[in-house]
């Protein structure tokens, strides 16, 4: 019996970017400025793995002039240029520019965090009465995934485009046993740019055995623009019903 869970992330900061756009109607003049030009999505090299595996760069633009790009290495976001409320892009997360870097010492930027995001206190959790032990990589804890998560491994990726929105599908297969988990788990998440300035991430895991699963993306946002400072002039507000 396989059993099925979809997490959808409407990407709570890009929901904060589109409130600085959209009160002074930057959007709208982005896309005037653009023509109303379709949304494109390319791809390129952005170097090998030390286990000399090639790892791609997607980029995906939307009418409005705004630009997302993403790597196979960790399904992870690398960049996100949005126009603030005077049309002026800027990259909004932060990260490196080269391959060499996420792998010698990012701290997750960015990344498909998995299978299990956060802390697990010794490594170990108990599933069906069972116990397994996942590797400790943080104090005492097993942190977001293991020594070799979600983030740390080259996805399947497969780029698409619509009349209004471009994205990319990243896959992967997690085997039975791998960093200590359970069952075989076939995981997925979608990227799509929409034309509202919306970068919307769909996941979803299946698996074969019972299991545990939390993912999440570790991009690290500054609205102000990569490199312009600290953060602690922003305000945030989360729609939630608890937290």
């Not at 990344?111 to 009465?129: E, K, L, P």
């Not at 200590?180 to 788990?185: A, I, K, T, V």
Request: proline share 4%; hydrophobic share 35%; net charge neutral.
């Amino acid at each position: 019996m396989h059993t099925s869970l979809v997490f959808r992330s409407l990407a709570l900061g890009m929901t904060l970017v589109l409130g600085v756009v959209a009160c002074s109607g930057g959007s709208t003049r982005q896309a005037e400025k653009a023509g109303g030009s379709a949304p494109t999505v390319s791809q390129a090299p952005f170097g090998t793995t030390t286990d000399g595996v090639p790892v791609h760069r997607f980029t995906l633009t939307n009418a409005n002039g705004m630009q997302v790009q993403l790597m196979d290495y960790g399904a992870t976001i690398t960049s996100i240029r949005v126009p603030d409320r005077d049309g002026r892009m800027a990259d909004v997360v932060l990260g490196f520019d080269s391959l060499s870097d996420y792998e010698a010492k990012s701290p997750y930027f960015g990344a498909t965090i998995g299978r299990y995001a956060n802390r697990i206190a010794g490594g170990r959790f108990t599933v069906d009465g069972k116990q397994y032990q996942a590797p400790i990589n943080d104090g005492k804890n097993s942190l977001h995934g293991g020594t070799k998560g979600f983030d740390k491994r080259v996805w399947s990726a497969e780029s698409f485009r619509t009349d209004s929105t471009s994205g990319v599908l990243f896959t992967r297969t997690s085997p039975n046993g791998e960093e200590g988990y359970p069952g075989n788990m076939r995981v997925s998440v979608r990227y799509t740019l929409t034309p509202e300035n919306a970068l919307v991430m769909d996941y979803e895991a299946t698996t074969d055995a019972p299991t545990v699963v939390n993912l999440t993306n570790h991009a690290y946002f500054n609205l102000a623009g990569e490199g312009s400072g600290d953060i602690l002039g922003h305000v945030v507000q989360i729609n939630a019903s608890h937290f």
